[in-house]
C-alpha cells in the first residue's frame, strides 16, 4: 500500500494544479487577446502589503487595510503617510549600510601603553598596563613583572605621590621590584559601587609630564615610556575591548543620524555628501579627549585635527545624547566620516566605494595592451597592466587624500612637502621618523635625482604628468560630488539604486527592447535632479505601472 501512495498524491496534485492554470482571469495568470500575461495589477490589498514591506520593513497592521477599503487604486495619502512612518527612515539607513557599507568595526583603536589586562590571585582579579616596556618602566628587570597583591597603603607613597615598589629580586636583565594595588572606580562603569584592583604604577592620575622643557600630556602615544603617567583619573587614558566596542557603535550611529536628515525629504539629498552639519555624544567626544592621541602610528589614526568640531570641555562617557555639531574643510558629509574612512581606509577604497555606489561604474580588467606604455615603474598610471584603470582611479583617490588613511584625521593642517627628512620629521611633537613614514613618500626629482622631497602620500604624483591630483586633493570629497551632481550621473544612479532596492529587479535599459526602460529612467533621473528630494524619488518609483504589477 506504501508503494501506490505517492503517485495518488501526485495525481491529486496535478488535478489541483490544472484546476488553478484554468480558473478565472483575476488570478496570478491569465490572457488578453490570446496573449498569455506574466503579471497582472496589484489589488489595492497586495500593494498595501507591498508598499508596507518595502517602505516600512513591516507587514501591514489589521487597521491599516482601512485605508484601502472600497478603493480600487491606492490612495496617495496612503503612500505619504507610509513614507512620514520612522519605519522608512529605518528603511533609508538600511538601504544606505547596503550602499555604503558604514563599518568600523574591527578598527583596533587599543595600544598596549593605554590598555589593561587581568590576572587572577585565588578568586580575586587585578589589572596592569600589558607593555613591556611600561612593566619595564615601572618595575625595572625584563618587563615580565606586575604588582603584588597587596593594597598600596600597607607599602605606602613616596614623596612625589609615586607607589612605593618593594625589592623583590634581580632577573636575567636586573633588579626589579612590585608595588601594590588601588581601588579605581573606571570612567566606563555604571555601577558607582564597583571598583577594580589595579597596579598602583599603572593607576598614576598624572596627566602631563615634563621633558626636555616641555610639558606634555600623559594621554599621548610618546608617554609610553614615563614612568609618572599610567591611565589617568578614573582610567581614561586607558581603553578596554568592551568600551572599543562602544566607539565602534556610536560611529555607526553617527554616520546613520546623518542619513537620516538627507533621506526624509526635508533636505536636499545630494548634501548628505557634503554637509559640514554631524553628531556626536559623550562617548565620542570622550574617545577624542582622552583616547585618540595615544595611539601609535601603526593603529588607526583618529585624533582630532584642523576642520574637526573643537573637543568637548569635559566630556561624559556615559552620556548617550547627541549634539549636532559643525565642521570645516575638508569634511564632506558622510564620506569624512569615521564610519566610511575607517572603513575603506586607502584612498583608492574610498574612491571607488563612491564610484559604485553614485556613478553605477565599476573598474573590470581590461584585455593587455603593450604599446605605448611601461611594463615597469611605480607609476600606475603609464604601467601597461595597470593603466586603464590607475588613470581613472588615482585622479578620484586623490579627492579623499585630505583625510588620513588608515584613520579619520583631517591633514588640512599638514604641510604639503618637505625638503629634508629631517624636516619631515620634526613635523612631529617630538622630531620622530614613525610620523614622516605614516604620513609622507619620499619622491626623487625627475630632473636631478640627488634632489628629494618628502610629499604627503596622497601628492605623490603631483606633478607636471598628474595636473588633476594637486587640483583635485584642495578640492577635496566634496568635488568629486560636485562632479557627480553637476554630470546628473549621480541622479541616474541613484534612481537605477532605488529602482533596483524597490522592484527587487534591474532597470530594462537596452535600447532596443520592446520593455525598455531608458526613457523611464531619463525621465525620473531629470526629475530627481530638480528636486533633489530622495522621499520623493521612492513615491515616484513605487507609483510605477511596474511596481504595481504581480510579478
Not at 548628505?272 to 601603526?298: C, D, I, P, S, V
Not at 533621473?525 to 515616484?540: G, I, M, N, Y
Request: aromatic residues 10%; contains cysteine.
Amino acid at each position: 500500500m506504501k508503494i501506490l501512495r505517492a503517485p495518488i498524491a501526485v495525481a491529486a496534485t496535478l488535478l489541483l494544479w490544472t484546476a488553478a492554470s484554468s480558473a478565472a482571469p483575476d488570478d496570478n495568470a491569465g490572457e488578453e487577446g490570446g496573449q498569455c500575461l506574466l503579471h497582472r495589477e496589484l489589488t489595492p490589498e497586495r500593494h498595501l502589503r507591498r508598499l508596507s514591506m518595502d517602505l516600512r520593513g513591516r507587514v501591514p497592521a489589521y487597521e491599516d487595510y482601512a485605508l484601502v477599503e472600497g478603493e480600487t487604486s491606492m490612495p496617495e495619502a496612503v503612500v505619504d503617510a507610509f513614507l512620514a512612518d520612522d519605519g522608512f527612515r529605518v528603511t533609508m539607513r538600511r538601504y544606505h549600510e547596503l550602499l555604503l557599507w558604514p563599518n568600523p568595526y574591527g578598527v583596533n583603536l587599543i595600544t598596549q601603553n593605554f590598555t589593561l589586562s587581568s590576572f587572577l590571585v585565588g578568586s580575586d582579579r587585578y589589572y596592569f598596563i600589558p607593555s613591556t616596556t611600561k612593566k619595564r618602566t615601572f618595575r625595572g628587570g625584563d618587563g615580565s613583572h606586575t604588582c603584588q597583591p597587596v593594597h598600596q597603603d600597607t607599602l605606602g607613597w613616596n614623596p612625589d605621590g609615586t607607589p612605593v615598589c618593594e625589592a623583590k629580586g634581580t632577573d636575567a636583565i636586573g633588579p626589579w621590584c612590585q608595588e601594590g594595588y588601588v581601588e579605581v572606580l573606571p570612567y566606563w562603569q555604571t555601577n558607582s559601587t564597583t571598583k577594580l584592583r589595579v597596579c598602583a604604577f599603572g593607576a598614576q592620575e598624572a596627566q602631563t609630564y615634563d621633558k626636555n622643557g616641555q610639558t606634555l600630556p600623559c594621554n599621548q602615544r610618546l608617554a609610553g615610556d614615563e614612568k609618572e603617567c599610567g591611565c589617568g583619573p578614573d582610567l581614561r587614558f586607558c581603553l578596554q575591548y568592551a568600551a572599543q566596542r562602544d566607539v565602534w557603535a556610536a560611529w555607526r550611529e553617527q554616520f546613520l543620524r546623518l542619513v537620516d536628515d538627507y533621506t526624509d525629504g526635508s533636505r536636499p539629498y545630494s548634501e548628505m555628501l557634503t554637509t559640514k552639519r554631524g553628531y556626536t555624544n559623550g562617548k565620542l567626544e570622550f574617545h577624542r579627549k582622552y583616547l585618540a592621541a595615544q595611539t601609535n602610528y601603526a593603529r588607526a589614526y583618529t585624533q582630532p585635527g584642523q576642520g574637526d568640531q573643537p573637543i568637548a570641555e569635559d566630556p561624559d562617557w556615559h552620556d548617550v545624547s547627541w549634539t549636532e555639531i559643525t565642521r570645516e574643510a575638508p569634511h564632506s558629509g558622510v564620506l569624512t566620516l569615521p564610519a566610511y574612512s575607517l572603513r575603506f581606509q586607502t584612498n583608492r577604497g574610498r574612491a571607488n566605494r563612491f564610484r559604485i555606489a553614485f556613478t553605477g561604474q565599476y573598474f573590470q580588467p581590461p584585455n593587455p595592451e603593450t604599446s605605448g606604455c611601461e611594463s615597469e615603474g611605480d607609476d600606475l598610471t603609464t604601467r601597461c597592466t595597470c593603466r586603464k584603470c590607475h588613470s581613472v582611479l588615482e585622479p578620484l583617490a586623490a579627492y579623499f587624500g585630505s583625510i588620513a588613511e588608515a584613520g579619520s584625521t583631517p591633514l588640512a593642517g599638514f604641510a604639503k612637502e618637505f625638503n629634508s627628512q629631517a624636516a619631515c620629521n620634526a613635523g612631529d611633537v617630538e622630531p620622530n621618523g614613525s610620523y614622516c613614514n605614516r604620513f609622507y613618500k619620499v619622491v626623487r626629482d625627475p630632473v636631478d635625482p640627488d634632489i628629494r622631497r618628502w610629499k604627503l602620500l596622497a601628492l605623490e604624483w603631483a606633478d607636471a604628468n598628474h595636473p588633476e591630483v594637486i587640483s583635485n586633493y584642495d578640492a577635496g570629497p566634496a568635488g568629486i560630488v560636485a562632479d557627480a551632481k553637476n554630470s546628473g550621473i549621480l541622479y541616474r544612479s541613484t534612481t537605477m539604486n532605488m529602482f533596483k532596492f524597490l522592484l527587487k529587479r534591474e532597470m530594462n535599459l537596452s535600447p532596443t527592447a520592446a520593455d525598455s526602460e531608458v526613457d523611464l529612467l531619463d525621465e525620473i533621473s531629470a526629475e530627481f535632479q530638480s528636486h533633489d528630494d530622495l522621499a520623493r524619488l521612492v513615491k515616484r518609483i513605487v507609483q510605477l505601472p511596474q511596481y504595481r504589477r504581480m510579478p
